[in-house]
């Protein structure tokens, strides 16, 4: 079942008619060298940007004509790097997720508490629910956002470049934890070795357009990433994971 599906979306010259689903419980990615329209085509599915033209459909509902807070019922979204958020504690942040739910007088009930309480368990983050949120780790912080999408009970979230900034291990435990969820997820990565392992399918962008799209072994091949990345590239499958794995040869190991 097609959960979430853009028809011809673009945006000036940054896209040009995209077209993309996203299966219920699917997690897919969308990669693509610098510029090539990755964030961009998650802010006009989310909201931030409005296509100039084609739109985004959830569950065949056009998402443009939901009002703000119905938008935000049904999808969510974990930014590239969580900001300050002035000293709000992280239980308060996570908090923040309800807001869709509810008027904006309102305050929090018990079952916002324990919705907050579930999602930082789920996240392996309870015991920070008194830190001030800008204390936090970059890993910290991210999971701490995944949590706020958590407890917004969405369709979707929508996640632009989630391991941007963290090390390595927090990289894996984020794109980890957000595969174990359960949820149907839309992500923009930069590293095409994570994508090929946390996504089951991918859409290579291209200056605005869709130039590739399937499964990673499918998709990751030496002659695309010479296209697209400009880059040599031996691609393998890795004999514990069955993902395809890419390295990267200097030009001097490729004419070698």
Known sequence: MTLLRTEGISYGT????????VGDGETVGVVGPNGSGKTTLLRCVYGTLRPTAGRALLDGDDLSAMGPKARARSIATVPQDGQALFELTVHEMVAM???PHKRFWEADTT?????????LARVGIADLAERPFPSLSGGERQRALVA???VQRPAVIVLDEPTNH?????QLEVLTLVTELGTTNLLALHDLNLAAYYCD?????DAGRVVAEGPPAEVLTPALLATVYGVDAE???????GAPTVVYLPKSASRA
């Open 14 to 21: 940054r896209l040009h008619a995209v077209d993309l689903t």
């Open 201 to 205: 399918r991918l859409y290579v962008l």
């Open 111 to 119: 079952a916002d508490t324990r919705l907050v309480r579930e999602a």
């Open 148 to 150: 706020r999408a958590l």
């Open 235 to 241: 691609v393998t499958t890795y004999s514990a994971t």
């Open 166 to 170: 963290l090390d390595i291990r927090y």
């Open 97 to 99: 997720g309800r807001s």
